[in-house]
């Protein structure tokens, strides 16, 4: 699941991202590993947030698909992990609020999106709502998962092309 969901976000961060001139091309994966880490810890805050947050957390995951992104950023669990993304762009990239917001408007709604779509569409077991929200709310998941996933992209043994290898090359050490 974690794999998929650092494919969604690379497919929808060329523009904001890699094509960002703010953003150095060798700190284009730092950066949307930095996204991956506010979309879980968020996620994860809110799965482990009592009956409540797991109740939102599954009727934002298990609704309506096709939502805009506006309606996505007024969450307040879209609006929690876009907050997160914001201030560690700032902290990590020395990007001003208006950069870090653009580039998080530009990702995290079309991010959401998707994961909300193939979570409710029959035909796509990519995401599943169960696994999703047993995932975060065991208390297990924690940044060595997300570096678990990120080495299994760049060794290529997830079975993404060497485009999303090469792309995530030289996050956390490797090529």
Same mark, same amino acid.
């Given at each position: 699941?974690?794999?998929?969901?650092?494919?969604?976000?690379?497919?929808?961060?060329?523009?904001?991202?890699?094509?960002?001139?703010?953003?150095? /091309?060798?700190?284009?994966?730092?950066?949307?590993?930095?996204?991956?880490?506010?979309?879980?810890?968020? $996620?994860?805050?809110?799965?482990?947030?009592?009956? @409540? @947050? $797991? @109740?939102?957390?599954?009727?934002? $995951?298990?609704?309506?698909?096709?939502?805009?992104?506006?309606?996505?950023?007024?969450?307040?669990?879209?609006?929690?992990?876009?907050?997160?993304?914001?201030?560690?762009?700032?902290?990590?990239?020395?990007?001003?609020?208006?950069?870090?917001?653009?580039?998080?408007?530009q990702v995290?709604? /079309?991010?959401?999106?998707?994961? =909300?779509?193939?979570?409710?569409?029959? /035909?796509?077991?990519?995401?599943? $709502?169960?696994? =999703?929200?047993?995932?975060?709310?065991?208390?297990?998941?924690?940044? /060595?998962?997300?570096?678990?996933?990120?080495?299994?992209?760049?060794?290529?043994?997830s079975g993404?092309?060497?485009?999303?290898?090469?792309?995530?090359?030289?996050?956390?050490?490797?090529?």
């Amino acid at each position: 699941m974690l794999e998929q969901l650092m494919g969604l976000i690379q497919d929808h961060s060329q523009q904001a991202i890699v094509k960002n001139p703010a953003i150095p /091309n060798e700190k284009n994966q730092d950066a949307m590993q930095t996204i991956m880490s506010a979309v879980t810890n968020g $996620l994860k805050g809110q799965a482990q947030n009592g009956a @409540g @947050g $797991l @109740g939102a957390l599954t009727s934002l $995951l298990g609704g309506q698909t096709g939502l805009n992104a506006s309606t996505l950023m007024s969450n307040p669990i879209v609006a929690n992990i876009a907050q997160q993304a914001i201030t560690s762009l700032m902290q990590k990239f020395g990007l001003d609020k208006t950069a870090a917001a653009g580039i998080v408007s530009q990702v995290l709604p /079309n991010v959401m999106n998707s994961l =909300i779509t193939k979570t409710n569409d029959p /035909n796509d077991t990519s995401f599943n $709502l169960n696994d =999703i929200t047993g995932a975060f709310a065991d208390g297990q998941f924690d940044m /060595n998962d997300v570096k678990n996933i990120a080495g299994k992209f760049m060794s290529g043994n997830s079975g993404a092309s060497e485009g999303i290898g090469g792309m995530l090359g030289g996050l956390f050490g490797g090529k």
